[in-house]
């Protein structure tokens, strides 16, 4: 018996390089508008810590608010390109945010104002955290089955 391997197996490694290509640029997306998202909840922080008398917790809490619902917006329409509806996928991220909220801000206001570490490093690190479980959970729980369905996605490919 003779066999003779296949030519689709070039095929397979090619459309194995686009999805490896595809997801880079995914990630490298995510990262991009993560760290637009970054600066405005740093700006906010910041101008809270500093000009007001409040705690760390609620100006973490404001400027976390406000930098989620940044990034969320950005990262359906541009990185997932989820056609997917959009409550139901605000929903899983409040799920998200539900959990990493307390327990970030409990550790931030722990190292902030107990352990008196300074309050823009207990933010950066928090920030980074949030970062890669976010991309892990918007990646592989809430956009899981809309990747690439919008109107964007169809019009162009990467």
Known sequence: MNIVPKKEGKRNDSEKNQSIKKEMIRGLKFGLFSASAGIIEIS?????NELTNWRYWPCYLVALFLSVLWNF?????YTFRSADNVSAAMLKTLGFYCVFTPASTILGN????????????????IML?????????DRFFVFRKSIDTNHLAKKKQY
Not at 129 to 135: A, D, H, K, P, S
Request: hydrophobic residues 55%; glycine residues 0%; proline residues 0%.
């Open 129 to 137: 955290t949030n970062f890669v479980l976010e991309f892990l959970y």
């Open 73 to 77: 917006t950005l990262n359906r329409r």
């Open 44 to 48: 906010v922080f910041s101008l809270l």
């Open 110 to 125: 722990h190292l902030a104002d107990t352990l008196l570490w300074n309050e823009y490093l207990v933010t950066l690190l």
